[in-house]
């Protein structure tokens, strides 16, 4: 098997979850742009924005304003959790032993493992109808397989291929995008003048946009817990502010263009129907733009391998955090097999619960990232506990599991029912009760944000468990 010296893309990455030694550490934090950049561009955010035209009901117009906001505030978190990498040197959910203990960690663990193997099998079928709308002969199996080797190929490699990839792709992906915004120029009267047929009535905007924006969030903050992962090679002494703004204008900038797209395309192509079946909607594509179609086809299922590569790459390091005693790179084989299994499995039966699989991800995360940050930068106790982490910590595992129990009154899941009235759904108590506030737009992920840091940080400052702040 081949191994390669710290920097080279060629190799198997002989490093798995332990601390990067610096004198291992490379590369600039320029990187942290173009790997999340490059992640960002592809047909998931494409999707994204086709929901929030064509099933949320809002116009190009109202649509746009959304999606920034949405990204500035899901990219800031994200660069923030990214900046701690050069610090600390190891995966992101290493780190996340520093607050929950050895094994208390391992159900945070577990749920990226969950997560990221979700989005594996999301992203791969995506990417096969986006293949199928170009090759319309082509076998769905055949392109999921094409698929995920390529993806479990650049995550065995392992770090440095991805970095190496992604900067590549960030150049291929970003002058692709820019020649299809162009070239749809001449279509852009038809998409502002759109108005959808769903449009919301002026008493229910507020939810509409409360549900695009929790879309377009969840999409971008669902990096977060591997955004180390990428910036732990570095260098220590690199600037962290200026790792944290490039990994935030990267991941911000590139699901701003694709979600962008997509709503551009499906205000263009103005058929209510296509958001329920993306095979529909790439045929769309291809059809009504032509050679231009093709090649924004060719865009969003490249776009599937520079975010999936990273996907089964942390998948494997989230395993290895739950103590599985394997090589990184066979990890990578078990989870993109699984992967492939799975997306063989659902076919493209899928498209339905796309919206709900991203909202249902902001649960877990949300509150994680707030007593992870301010476990870093405001108490400066990670570097300390995560080389002498205690076994189980129990008061931080509480905090974290009432913080999402204390939101649930404002989380509008799938498939339940909010209003106290069964229509086949499942009516659960208190849950959504207090949705209406916000329109009926699914706002919890902020609120259990504020009380897991809140509480988080008053656990933690009492007197005696202060730590010193050697990470800073």
């Known amino acids: 098997m081949v191994r390669r010296n710290a920097g080279h893309a060629l190799g198997i990455e002989t490093l798995g979850i332990e601390r990067v030694p610096e004198s291992k550490r490379h590369g600039t934090s320029g990187r942290a742009f173009t790997v999340w950049f490059a992640a960002n561009l592809g047909a998931p955010g494409f999707a994204i924005g086709v929901l929030i035209v064509l099933v949320f009901g809002l116009t190009l117009a109202q649509a746009l304003p959304v999606l920034i906001l949405s990204n500035l505030i899901g990219g800031a978190l994200l660069g923030a959790v990214a900046s701690m990498?050069?610090?600390?040197?190891?995966?992101?959910?290493m780190s996340s032993r520093s607050a929950f203990g050895r094994r208390g960690n391992y159900l945070l663990a577990s749920l990226n493992w969950v997560s990221t193997i979700g989005w594996f099998t999301f992203n791969t079928i995506i990417g096969a109808i986006a293949i199928l709308a170009i090759v319309p002969g082509f076998s769905l199996y055949a392109a999921v397989t094409a698929l995920v080797a390529v993806q479990m190929a650049i995550a065995v490699l392992g770090h440095d291929m991805i970095h190496t990839f992604e900067k590549a792709m960030s150049l291929i992906l970003g002058a692709l995008f820019v020649a299809i915004f162009l070239l749809i120029v001449p279509h852009l009267g038809a998409a502002l003048s759109y108005v959808p047929s769903a449009a919301p009535q002026p008493g229910a905007m507020l939810g509409a946009v409360g549900?695009?924006?929790?879309?377009?969030?969840?999409?971008?903050?669902?990096?977060?817990?591997?955004?180390?992962?990428?910036?732990?090679?570095?260098?220590?002494?690199?600037?962290?502010?200026?790792?944290?703004?490039?990994?935030?204008?990267?991941?911000?900038?590139?699901?701003?263009?694709?979600?962008?797209?997509?709503?551009?395309?499906?205000?263009i192509i103005q058929n209510q129907n296509v958001a329920a079946q993306s095979a529909t909607l790439f045929s769309g594509i291809a059809s009504q733009f032509g050679v231009l179609g093709i090649a924004m086809l060719v865009a969003l299922a490249i776009g599937v391998i520079t975010a999936n590569a990273l996907n089964i790459y942390s998948n494997?390091?989230?395993?290895?955090?739950?103590?599985?005693?394997?090589?990184?790179?066979?990890?990578?084989?078990?989870?993109?097999?699984?992967?492939?299994?799975?997306?063989?499995?659902v076919g493209t039966n899928f498209a339905a619960d796309f919206e709900n699989f991203l909202l249902v991800l902001d649960y877990w995360i949300t509150p994680w990232a707030a007593i992870m940050l301010v476990d870093f930068f405001v108490v400066g106790k990670t570097a300390a506990n995560v080389r002498r982490p205690r076994s189980f910590d129990a008061p931080s595992i509480g905090i974290y599991l009432a913080s999402i129990a204390l939101s649930s009154p404002f989380m509008v899941p799938p498939g339940v029912c909010t209003a106290g009235v069964s229509n086949g759904c499942i009516v659960v108590p208190l849950l959504g009760s207090m949705s209406s506030l916000f329109g009926g737009a699914d706002f919890s992920y902020f609120i259990s944000f504020a009380i897991a840091a809140v509480a988080y940080y008053i656990y933690r400052m009492r007197p005696g468990l202060v730590g010193t702040r050697r990470n800073r």
């Open 316 to 345: 494997a390091l989230s395993a290895l955090v739950l103590d599985v005693k394997a090589r990184r790179w066979v990890m990578v084989a078990v989870g993109g097999l699984l992967g492939l299994a799975l997306a063989i499995g």
């Open 85 to 93: 990498g050069p610090s600390l040197g190891i995966p992101q959910m």
């Open 211 to 267: 549900m695009a924006i929790a879309v377009a969030f969840s999409y971008i903050i669902a990096w977060s817990p591997y955004a180390s992962d990428y910036s732990r090679y570095f260098s220590s002494k690199v600037s962290k502010i200026r790792v944290a703004v490039l990994a935030m204008l990267g991941a911000a900038a590139g699901s701003f263009i694709a979600e962008a797209l997509g709503a551009l395309v499906a205000a």
